[in-house]
């Protein structure tokens, strides 16, 4: 297998949803290399022995009674944040709100994070699965609004605000690649819930400064 190759985790118990996430998957990347767990339980066993370049995770799973659970999903989550700090994920659900009880996990992820609802398009999937990859953080309104800013996107925000600092020079400082300085700013744009509607990187640094200082986290 070529070193370049990407390893991509699917974790879906209906067959039919799993393969569709797969075919989004290809599209991603056609040379990705994917494999599907049918629970939860099954990916933690993937992960001990493998670690993916990306997870892509349902919330709810069928259990024997017929219903189905949140449960094995959050707990799988869980794992991941203790034991798989940088691993970038997908979840794929349109009960998202199930994730406001890990909301301080989530702001604490190293890796990337999105999620995708179900009910979006093909395109929304693509988009999202790509950003988890990148390392940013993708986040639905609802849970953004439940985000805090926690240590380090303080810092961030004091040397983007305060010492006005560019890509270039916030990576010197915080000793990061530009392009996780850039996924801090980024990141920084999700947990403000700044919806930029400009182009220009100038104009969404404003934005978040302007945003950060009506909510208290600027003097």
């Not at 879906?12 to 990347?29: I, K, S, W, Y």
């Not at 998202?96 to 890990?102: A, E, G, M, N, Q």
């Amino acid at each position: 297998m070529p070193p370049s190759q990407p390893f991509f985790l699917i974790v879906e118990d209906h067959q039919e949803v799993a393969e569709r996430n797969r075919d989004f998957l290809q599209q991603v990347d056609p040379n990705c290399r994917c494999a599907i767990a049918n629970n939860p339980s099954q990916a933690m066993e993937f992960l001990s022995l493998e670690s993916p370049d990306l997870i892509v995770v349902d919330l709810l799973y069928g259990t024997f009674s017929g219903e189905q659970s949140a449960e094995p999903g959050i707990n799988l989550l869980r794992h991941i944040f203790e034991k798989h700090t940088e691993l970038n994920v997908l979840v794929y659900s349109s009960e998202y709100r199930l994730l406001t009880p890990l909301i301080s996990y989530i702001d604490s992820h190293k890796g990337g994070f999105a999620v995708a609802n179900k009910l979006d398009r093909r395109s929304t999937y693509i988009k999202f699965a790509q950003s988890a990859l990148n390392g940013e953080l993708c986040l639905p309104r609802e849970l953004r609004q439940s985000s805090n800013l926690n240590h380090q996107d303080l810092e961030v925000l004091n040397l983007l605000c305060n010492d006005c600092l560019s890509d270039d020079a916030l990576a010197s400082r915080l000793n990061v690649s530009r392009r996780a300085a850039q996924n801090y700013v980024k990141r920084l744009k999700q947990r403000l819930d700044v919806d930029l509607i400009y182009t220009e990187e100038a104009n969404h640094r404003v934005a978040i400064c302007k945003m950060a200082r009506e909510r208290g986290f600027l003097g």
